[in-house]
């Protein structure tokens, strides 16, 4: 089996053990309150956090993207990144920093003026019809991820007949459109949460491995997430160990990155995996 591999700033990042990202929201209203840093104190407290406890990635969105979220402008996410990024690429120039955007203007952005290495495209290029061009230009790792309609709508376009088959027919026509722009660095993320019922993501967790047959990066989110929460009759703050427990069956079906809140644990969770193999 050839190992998997991204290009973080020309040299391979070898993915034969799960990485570990760790969000960073400078929004004011993420579904994880505990996730939010809306000054810059609190995000370079955060990113030091994730650094400290083990974190491969830094994943910083300033466009929050829970169910119904309020919109923001491309000229406040802009404003929002330029408050962050600037100092945490000072205070850790080796970190790989992700940036969680569906705009190709916010994209170049981050990637041209702070060395953003890798972006997270919650739309898949839906969003913005000039991402993909873009993120052909930029050279940088793009996160490709499934989801009908937008953060304001997208609870109501759960109406699959075959989720699984959706996405295996989703992923296969945006790698082709990206293949054809040269984007040779594609990481997959099922999108959990998004245009998904609660049966439904638990479908995809089960049919993990058939999207792994892509032979690509497999990014897993669904740290807190309403999946968990909901049919245990909790809040996502009572979610930590729910949790754990689904991302430890994301990696026994193939997971690559883990997208989490909880770096500690989720680094601990990779090494206890890695052990029992």
């Known amino acids: 089996m050839t190992d998997l591999t991204i290009n973080i700033r020309g040299e391979l990042l070898l993915l034969n053990t799960p990485l570990v990202m760790g969000i960073l929201n400078i929004t004011p209203d993420s579904f994880y309150e505990s996730s939010r840093c ?17 974190g491969d990635i830094i994943d910083v969105g300033a466009y929050s993207s829970r169910p119904g979220a309020d919109d923001v402008s491309e000229e406040e996410e802009i404003a929002r990144l330029s408050s962050v ?11 790989i920093i992700s940036v969680d955007t569906f705009r190709s203007r916010v994209a170049r952005y981050a990637v041209e003026e702070y060395g953003a290495d890798i972006i ?10 000039d991402m993909f061009k873009t993120i052909a230009e930029l050279k940088v790792p793009y996160i490709l991820m499934h989801m009908r309609g937008t953060p304001q709508t997208m609870q109501t376009k759960t109406d699959y007949s075959d989720i699984i088959l959706e996405l295996i027919s989703y992923f296969s026509r945006k790698i082709e459109q990206l293949r054809l722009l040269g984007v040779s660095d594609i990481i997959l993320d099922p999108g959990f949460g998004f245009a998904k019922s609660l049966e439904q993501n638990y479908n995809i967790i089960k049919n993990l491995a058939d ?11 669904v740290s807190r997430k309403s999946m968990i929460y909901t049919p245990l ?18 990696l026994e079906k193939g997971a690559d990155i883990l997208r989490v809140h909880d770096v500690k644990e989720c680094v601990e969770t990779v090494k206890i995996f890695e052990l029992s193999k």
Do not use: C, H, Y
């Open 120 to 129: 997270n495209d919650i739309s898949g290029g839906d969003g913005d019809e």
């Open 38 to 54: 809306i000054d810059v104190s609190k995000a370079l407290d955060r990113a030091e956090q994730i650094v400290r406890e083990g």
């Open 233 to 250: 009759n909790t809040t996502p703050q009572e979610s930590l160990a729910g949790t754990v427990a689904l991302n430890t069956i994301a």
């Open 85 to 95: 990024l600037p100092i945490i690429r000072e205070k850790f120039p080796q970190a």
């Open 211 to 221: 999207i792994a047959q892509f032979k690509l990066p497999l990014l897993v989110g």
